[in-house]
Structures are given as structure tokens and as C-alpha cells.
């Protein structure tokens, strides 16, 4: 956090370089970095790369999201998320959550984010296939935290109560950093 790179909205994609060894090299890097911190989710610009880039989920549970649930692995490129109501309808006011985030951006914090909670998101993978779902709850969360990384947007951005960030070993002394 502080970083500029942090704060830029991302280049998407252009249609030539899916399915290039640039982009395989950068979805493998974002995988490895995801991987090895226990991520949840993990963006380029987080390792300093301007395009609309995000990795997320896993096949096992997360250490440090123990009690979520599994997101399949997922690499999305020039995402568009659209809010939803329960029904599956736009609405004019889709209904939230406030649930706690974390960032490898932003090591050792943890704050209490409002998010959609239910999303339709679609993109395309690595290989240029589109990519189009449903999301609800901790799936959906995950989403909208990783692409607001492609907007210059960090999770501290988003919060409405202060008193609820800080420091992770302070709040939740169980968890593993
Ligand atoms: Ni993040």
C-alpha cells in the first residue's frame, strides 16, 4: 500500500496476447505469489503489472480462510462484475455484506468490507474463453475485492467503520498470518 502501481487502472487485455507466453508467464507468476502467501485471490497490478489481470481461488481449503468456502481456481482477464439482487435481476439498490478482508498488499490488517452480495461477473480466461458466472457471498466477495485491484481501488478504500481495521493478530489472534 502507498505504491502508485497500486492505484492505476489496469490496461485490459488486448484481443492478440491471449493465449501468448507473456500472459501464461503472468497468470503462472500470479499463481506462484497467490500460492505461496495463501491467498485468496491475487491481481497484477499487486506484482507491479499494468493489465487487467486477477487469479482467485483454490483446490483445498485456505489457511488463512479456514471456515470459507472453496472458489474454484479461476483466472480472469478484463473483467466486468454487475451487481444483482437475490432474484437475479439488477436492481437499483443490490443488497450488501459486510464481511472481513485481508490483502497482501496490506500485510498484517484486516478490515470489515461492504460488498455486492450477489454479482454476475464475465471476462475471458488465458486462453481468450469467455468466462461468465453467478456469485453469491464469500465467491462474489473475493471477485469484487481481486477486480477492484484493476481499478486502483484497495479494500481500505471501501470501508464505512474504521473502528472495524486493524491489526490481524490483535483481532483475531486464532488466525494464521
Ligand atoms: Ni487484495
Known amino acids: 500500500m502507498g505504491d502508485p502501481r497500486l ?4 490496461q485490459p487485455v488486448a484481443a492478440e496476447n491471449f493465449d501468448s507466453p507473456a500472459l501464461h508467464q503472468l497468470v503462472s507468476d500470479l ?4 500460492l505461496s502467501a495463501n491467498g485468496a485471490g491475487l491481481a497484477a497490478p499487486q506484482i507491479g503489472v499494468d493489465q487487467q ?13 479456514p471456515d470459507r468456502p472453496l472458489v474454484s481456481p479461476t483466472v ?11 432474484d437475479g435481476h439488477t436492481v437499483e439498490r443490490p443488497p450488501e455484506e459486510e464481511d472481513w478482508e485481508a490483502c497482501l498488499s496490506l500485510p498484517g490488517l484486516r ?9 454476475h461477473y464475465s471476462g475471458f480466461d488465458q486462453y481468450g474463453d469467455p468466462i461468465e458466472r453467478l456469485a ?25 467503520d474504521f473502528s472495524q481495521f486493524g491489526y490481524t493478530d490483535v483481532l483475531f489472534p486464532e488466525v494464521v498470518k
Open 76 to 86: 480472469l482477464v478484463n473483467p466486468v462484475i454487475t451487481p444483482l439482487g437475490p
Open 31 to 34: 499463481l506462484d505469489t497467490m
Open 136 to 160: 453469491s457471498g464469500f465467491h462474489a466477495r473475493v471477485v469484487q475485492h481481486e477486480c477492484d485491484h484493476l481499478w486502483g481501488c484497495l479494500y481500505p478504500m471501501r470501508l464505512r
Open 111 to 119: 478490515g470489515k468490507v461492504p460488498r455486492w452480495l450477489h454479482i
Open 53 to 65: 489481470v486477477v487469479v482467485f481461488g483454490s483446490r483445498s481449503v485456505n489457511p488463512r480462510y
Open 7 to 10: 492505484l492505476r487502472v489496469a
